[in-house]
């Protein structure tokens, strides 16, 4: 069965709010989610909502964790994958450019 393209990652980091009370930084942004470094990773299938803090305005945005990988070593990150499911369609272009 063919698949879609999946859109182009871009590697920014803007700094995000989860849940509007912890605090995370993107690793790449694309139109259809992200990748976020975090304190602590919510399992696969768990929904966030939460920030994106760009130049100072606040861009709501609703998604779901399609992977997780806790840091391996004391230094390294936790990250997760996030794939948007609502994001404000007149700020997309700060996601895909």
Request: glycine letters at 12%; charged letters at 20%.
């Given at each position: 069965?063919?698949t879609s ?11 995000l709010?989860?849940?509007?009370r912890?605090?995370a930084?993107t ?7 992200f ?5 602590f ?5 768990s929904?966030l909502?939460?920030?994106f803090?760009?130049g100072?305005?606040?861009?709501p ?7 997780a990988r ?6 390294a ?10 994001f404000?369609s007149e ?6 450019g």
């Amino acid at each position: 069965m063919p698949t879609s393209p999946r859109p182009a990652r871009n590697s920014r980091r803007f700094s995000l709010l989860l849940g509007n009370r912890v605090f995370a930084r993107t690793a790449d942004v694309s139109t259809g989610g992200f990748s976020v470094e975090a304190p602590f990773v919510f399992m696969p299938g768990s929904l966030l909502h939460g920030t994106f803090d760009v130049g100072g305005c606040k861009l709501p945005f609703r998604g779901e964790v399609v992977w997780a990988r806790p840091a391996g070593q004391p230094q390294a990150p936790n990250r997760m994958g996030v794939r948007l499911t609502e994001f404000p369609s007149e700020a997309q272009w700060l996601l895909g450019g």
